[in-house]
């Protein structure tokens, strides 16, 4: 199974620091994990323009060639744009969520959108994130829809997911909830797409390992410091959160989140991360 990390994307004075996607992105591979989903929502993909998301994809690809690039907005002209740009850039994978907002749209209209996506490129995955976009693309709707190779699915149903996987035999599925990571790979789904990868990447890599030597037991209580960590994140609002794990937690600067996603306060910043310091030595306590 994958642990493929939707990548921050960071930001000083609101402009995107390139080096330190670069080093991040590094970092993140050295400690396991398998390919980066750029664009993504911790990347901010719907707050960033056509030119920023390709920025992103270059720093990324700068690095690594185990890359999903996320094209997705609400402007067809420029989806199918950023979609060409990837495959001339050789980029393997793309993928998009559906048109958000116009939670109205029929569903013959998602089902172009992402057939005219396919056209463009010759592995699309989808991004179905229903309680973001307000609406399910469902195995079914996936099915008509015939083209897309895989499906990260933001769901907090193992199910929703696995279904997927008996209506599409042949589709990637992977969930994207960071609460079912060690879920998703025990029951046989292609891996996870985790949030919580960008700040305990090697917890993710070792629940993967516990789980593919039978030690569920112990990959339960991994599984639940992550959602410990992402419970205590989320109350401070989650992705400004995720820049100041990332620091505490790896040691790094990734710089900050940008406006409307405002980036926490040193009172919160200290707070957040003495409490979870205290989560993780819980856990670490116990397993000795
Ligand atoms: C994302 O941030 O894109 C996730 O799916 C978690």
Redo the contacts with the bound molecule.
Sequence with gaps: AEIIV?VLTPFNDGKINIELLKEHTSSLLKAGVDRI?VN????MGPALSPGEKETNLKAVLEVTDKVIFQVGSLNMGEVKSLAREGKELGVKTIASYAPYYFTGLPKSLIVRYFKEICGEHDEVYLYN?PSAVGKDVDAETVKEIGCLKGV?D?NDSINHSLQYKRVNPGMKVFN?ADTLVMTSIATGLDGT???AANFVPEVLVEIRRKVSEGKVGEAMKLQFMVDELVSLAKGYGYIPSIYVLVKGIRGYDVGNPRPPLFPLGDVERKELLDKAIKIMEKYNKNEA
């Design positions: 939707p989903f993504g929502t911790t990347g994130y990260k933001t994207g797409v985790s949030a």
